[in-house]
């Protein structure tokens, strides 16, 4: 499996990107990760890999490439003057069929990375625009598909629809799901609750619940996404993005809450000791840097946005989603999926 790097995006610098590029390598002896930047700044990065990961070096690959996509940039200025940069280039090989490469995963500017996606990859055959969705972890150990989480912030009751097949073909792809149960997320349940678009994507959605596309169970609020009761949450990706960072911030507070009230009393700290294995497991299983790793559904090719934010471990679980996105041939039974759909 060959998958290419943007090694300049991101809030911590190329450094934590090729630590964790370099885990996933070490892992997997059948990985080789083309990494995308200055070459000789990335070359000096693997030189200062420390044991065990360096010995994994001589699959990171330097290709070169100018400075990443500044933070504050706008998709136009991406289109525009980003050509040169690490996530164009990145983009532009993984696009390249010659390359034979099998993914690319980034945690630069999203406006970019969808713009820049769109541009030299293209959308599967009867998809408009791509959505960024990614797994929430859910009661009873399942997980929820949430999209979209910011790469379309304003969405019309068309496209909503459209994240819906989508994320319902992801379910039925690499979870095994034979009838997804789908449903859109609204401030309630009742039909009159919401906006027009919300009402109208209502109305398709239940024309493909009729046909057996997936299992539509109409409006849900917010809790619904935690109750393991649904597999795939529609909404637009201004509300999608806000739901997600609330629950990253929420699921680290309640770990930090839990912990602390342990070890308030001198029996707390008792406590605790013997709590450690039930904590620890909280804490791995509540943790979003394990979920780290969001899915551009919809293009031709396989694109993961890794939070900008993520550290070492976070970038390694963006390149696992990446893998296992590959593994599924996640496009190709998309688009099966897509136009067995009606």
Not at 131 to 156: E, K
Not at 198 to 225: H, K, N, P, S
Request: proline share 4%; with cysteine; hydrophobic share 45%.
């Amino acid at each position: 499996m060959r998958i290419a790097v943007d090694v300049m995006g991101g809030d911590h610098g190329s450094q934590a990107i090729i630590h964790g590029a370099a885990r996933a390598a070490q892992e997997d002896p059948g990985l080789v990760l083309e990494l995308f930047g200055p070459c000789q700044h990335v070359r000096a990065e693997i030189s200062r890999l420390p044991q065990p990961l360096a010995a994994a070096a001589s699959r990171l690959i330097p290709r070169d490439a100018a400075d990443g996509v500044p933070a504050e940039a706008t998709a136009a200025w991406a289109l525009r003057h980003g050509q040169y940069t690490s996530m164009a280039c990145m983009l532009d090989a993984l696009g390249d069929s010659r390359r034979q490469l099998d993914a690319a995963v980034s945690a630069g500017n999203t406006a970019a990375l969808v713009a820049l996606s769109r541009r030299s990859l293209g959308t599967l055959p009867g998809v408009g625009r791509p959505a960024i969705s990614t797994a929430i972890p859910a009661r009873r150990r399942r997980q929820c598909y949430l999209l979209d989480l910011g790469a379309n912030v304003d969405s019309p009751a068309r496209r909503l629809a459209d994240f819906a097949l989508m994320g319902a073909a992801m379910a039925q792809s690499v979870d095994g799901l034979e009838r997804p149960r789908v449903a859109l997320l609204n401030v309630g349940a009742e039909a009159t609750k919401g906006s027009a678009e919300l009402r109208d994507a209502d109305t398709i959605l239940r024309r493909y619940g009729a046909v057996g596309a997936f299992d539509y169970r109409g409006y849900a609020e917010g809790g619904d996404l935690y109750s393991g009761s649904l597999d795939v949450l529609v909404c637009d990706g201004l509300v999608g993005n806000a739901v997600l960072k609330s629950s990253e911030g929420l699921a680290g507070m309640l770990v930090e809450r839990v912990q602390e009230a342990f070890e308030a009393r001198l029996s707390g700290r008792l406590a605790s000791l013997l709590a450690r294995p039930v904590l620890r497991r909280l804490k791995r299983e509540l943790d979003p840097v394990r979920y780290n790793g969001a899915s551009l559904l919809g293009l031709s090719r396989i694109v993961v946005k890794s939070h900008g934010g993520a550290h070492e471990e976070g970038f390694y679980y963006a390149i696992r989603r990446a893998m296992q996105e590959v593994e599924h041939d996640l496009p190709g039974r998309l688009a099966e999926r897509w136009q067995a759909m009606p």
